[in-house]
C-alpha cells in the first residue's frame, strides 16, 4: 500500500510524540531570556563552595549522577526525608555518603533572588556538576536545561538502579544499558573517581582478601581501615591516590596497576570487553575528558520532565 508523503509524516510525527524521550526540548539557552544571569549566579556559588572544599566536586557529580539514574534527572535525591519518606537520601547507595545538598540548596537561594519560580533545581543540579567539573581543571561542556522538577521520589528504585560497590562489570554495562547508555560512557563517567574518597567499608573485602589489588597498594589503604571493619567503617580514603584533587586520567593508570580502590572500579579492567578503552583512556586524557563531557551530556538526557510536567520547586530538599 502506497502512503501520501503528508500521511507519512504524519504518522512520525504522532511516533515521535508518543516516543517516551520526544518532548525533551532540552537547550543550553533555555534560560536566556527568562533568567539570563542564572548560569552566572550558580557557577559563583559552586566555585565558592570547592574552593572551601576541594572533595565537594567530586560529591557534586556524583549527585547529579544518582539523581539522572533514578526516575531521570528530576532532583528526586534532593527531596529530604522531610518531604517524603521515599526519600533517596536513605538508599543504601545514598545514605552516609551522598553529599552536596547544602550546596546546591545555596545555588537554589540566590537563583531565587534574581528569578523567583523559574529555574529548577534539576538544571541548577546538572550545571552545577559541569561547574564542579571546571574547578579542579576536568572538562566543561554545555548544559542542556529546561527540566522540571519532580513531586516524588524512590528509595526503592534508587537501590534497584544505583551501582553497588560490589557491582560485577556485566551487571555495570546492563546497568548503563537500561538508561541508554553504553560501555564507552560507562568507562568514562567512572572515571569521575579520579577525584573524590570512599569510606572504608566500601573497600575493606578488596584490601584484605582480594587477589586482583596491588599488595603495596592494599597494604597502604589498610592503615585508614582496619581489620576490623567496624573500626572505622566511615574513614575516607581518596579513589585516586596520586592526585585525589584533580580532575586527570590518574584514575584509569591506577586501574591498569591493579590500584583501583573500589572492586567496582577495577572490574572495569580486570580481562574485560572495557580494558581497552581504560588503556586508552589511561593514554589519552584528552580523548577521556572530551569523552566524559559528551557522556555527562547524554546522562543529562535520561527522562527529564518537561512542559507541563513536574514542578520548579521553591527550595531543592521540599514540596512547594
Known amino acids: ?36 544571569k542564572a548560569l552566572n549566579t550558580i557557577r559563583a556559588t559552586i566555585k565558592t563552595a570547592v574552593s572551601r572544599e576541594r572533595r565537594m566536586a567530586a560529591s557534586l557529580v556524583r549527585l547529579h549522577f544518582h539523581d539522572c539514574f533514578v526516575q531521570g534527572c528530576d532532583a528526586s535525591i534532593l527531596l529530604s526525608e522531610q518531604a517524603t519518606p521515599n526519600s533517596e537520601r536513605n538508599a543504601l547507595q545514598n545514605r552516609g555518603s551522598a553529599r552536596g545538598f547544602e550546596v546546591v540548596d545555596a545555588a537554589k537561594v540566590e537563583v531565587e533572588k534574581i528569578c523567583p519560580g523559574v529555574v529548577s533545581c534539576a538544571d541548577i543540579l546538572a550545571v552545577a ?13 554545555a548544559v542542556k536545561l529546561g527540566r522540571r522538577d519532580s513531586k516524588t521520589a524512590s528509595r526503592a528504585l534508587a537501590e534497584r538502579d544505583l551501582p553497588l560497590f560490589t557491582s560485577s562489570l556485566k551487571e555495570h554495562i546492563s546497568n548503563f544499558a537500561k538508561k541508554g547508555l553504553n560501555a564507552r560512557d560507562l568507562v568514562a563517567l567512572s572515571g569521575s573517581h579520579t577525584i573524590g574518597q570512599a569510606q572504608c567499608f566500601t573497600f575493606h573485602d578488596r584490601i584484605y582478601s582480594n587477589s586482583t589489588i596491588d599488595p603495596g597498594f592494599a ?26 584533587n584533580s580532575f586527570d586520567n590518574n584514575y584509569f593508570k591506577n586501574l591498569i596497576q591493579k590500584k583501583g580502590l573500589l572492586q567496582s572500579d577495577q572490574v572495569l579492567f580486570n580481562g574485560g570487553s572495557t580494558d581497552n578503552i581504560v588503556v586508552e583512556y589511561s593514554k589519552n586524557p584528552s580523548k577521556f575528558k572530551t569523552d566524559f563531557a559528551a557522556a555527562m551530556i547524554k546522562m543529562g538526557d535520561i527522562s527529564p520532565l518537561t512542559g507541563s510536567k513536574g514542578i520548579i520547586r521553591k527550595i531543592c530538599s521540599s514540596l512547594n
Open 1 to 36: 500500500m502506497n502512503s501520501s508523503p503528508n500521511i507519512t509524516f504524519a504518522l512520525f510525527s504522532l511516533l515521535l510524540l508518543l516516543s517516551p524521550t520526544y518532548g525533551a526540548h532540552l537547550s543550553p539557552k533555555f534560560y536566556d531570556k527568562s533568567c539570563p
Open 129 to 141: 556538576a559541569r561547574d564542579a567539573s571546571v574547578a579542579v581543571g576536568g572538562p566543561s561542556w
Open 219 to 244: 597494604r597502604k589503604r589498610q592503615q585508614q581501615c582496619p581489620r576490623n571493619v567496624n573500626d572505622g567503617a566511615s574513614n575516607l580514603a581518596p579513589l585516586d591516590l596520586v592526585t585525589p
